[in-house]
């Protein structure tokens, strides 16, 4: 071999590895854009990639009516759910409705503290803030998701209810909702970390911040229907013009009914129940109170409408 011929080939073999190099290089480059490219088109919002453009008065979110009032902690004659609120938040329930009370001297609940119970401490109580703890695991735990929480009957005023919010480090993730702000989208709200929010009965004189009120944002309609054939579609609390739509399906005969359930929470049952109330407001419902939920059909129609009618 003379000389040109051994540098030659040193030459083409150094430009072969070069242009190994570079196809390598620029292949990680473009599998990097590729996977950020991926990992953006497929971020989920409340359960999937297509409700991320929802507007948040554009939604239907499942929910428990007495989120807390659940055996074996509460007694069978109060208990409106069989699962906890973890297990509720897990099963796909984005609509947590409370009860809060503040409570001094109590024989059942001896600690003065605010706690959630349902008609009558002795048939059970929680603390409220042991519920809150519940929800704010589960918002670490799951980044991607906007909870709603109702509280209706209650004693306690705004700033105990922020109090309570901020010990169990859940303020942050309060959405802030200015008079003249638009709704913004799930997306928005997931982007945004101010992904809780909370409507409460409570008056707020110095417009303080994280807690809007109930019947200033919502309607609804009766809530005491004591057999399938009861359910109303008049409105009963706030205004057909509010931005949200809360409609109550269960029913109540002195006592929850779970044996009523299979039969109450079905498909055409609360379909017939949607139908009838589009027909009489026009709207679809953004909550659905239900009772013994994993009876039934009440979160796969909440996702069937977030797909067909909200987009």
């Known amino acids: ?4 011929s051994r540098y030659s080939g040193n030459f083409l073999q150094a430009v072969k590895h070069w242009f190994l190099f570079v196809i390598l290089f620029f292949s990680v480059i473009s599998g990097g854009c590729r996977e950020e490219i991926i990992l953006e088109s497929s971020q989920s919002c409340n359960g999937s990639p297509d409700f991320c453009n929802h507007i948040y008065t554009q939604h239907t979110y499942a929910g428990t ?7 074996p902690e509460f007694h069978n004659l109060v208990a409106n759910q069989k699962r906890n609120i973890s297990q509720q938040l897990q099963d796909g329930i984005r609509c947590l409705n409370l009860d809060v009370w503040w409570l001094t001297g109590d024989a059942y609940c001896v600690d003065s503290a605010i706690y959630v119970y349902h008609n009558f401490p002795g048939f059970g109580c929680l603390f409220f803030t042991d519920i809150l703890l519940e929800v704010k695991q589960f918002m670490d735990n799951q980044p991607n998701e906007v909870i709603t929480i109702t509280i209706e009957d209650t004693n306690t005023n705004i700033n105990q209810l922020l109090d309570a919010f901020s010990f169990t480090q859940l303020s942050d993730y309060l959405f802030i909702k200015q008079s003249n702000q638009s709704w913004p989208t799930l997306k928005e709200m997931i982007d945004s970390k101010r992904r809780l929010v909370v409507f409460a009965n409570v008056s707020n004189p110095n417009n303080l911040p994280g807690i809007l009120s109930n ?3 919502m309607f609804d309609n009766p809530y005491s229907a004591q057999s399938r054939y009861d359910f109303s579609c008049s409105v009963n609390r706030g205004n057909i013009d509010h931005d949200l739509y809360l409609l109550n399906h269960f029913i109540t005969v002195i006592n929850p009914r779970y ?3 299979v039969i109450v929470n079905s498909k055409a049952s609360l379909l017939q129940h949607i139908d009838d ?3 009489s407001t026009g709207r679809y419902p953004n909550f659905i109170y239900n009772d013994f939920y994993e009876t039934g059909d009440m979160i796969s129609i909440a996702d069937s409408l977030n797909r067909n009618v909200w987009q």
Request: aromatic share 20%; glycine share 0%.
């Open 1 to 4: 071999m003379n000389l040109f």
């Open 215 to 217: 019947w200033n944002h």
């Open 259 to 261: 044996d009523s359930a």
């Open 277 to 279: 109330c589009k027909m």
């Open 65 to 71: 009516h007495n989120s807390f009032a659940y055996e």
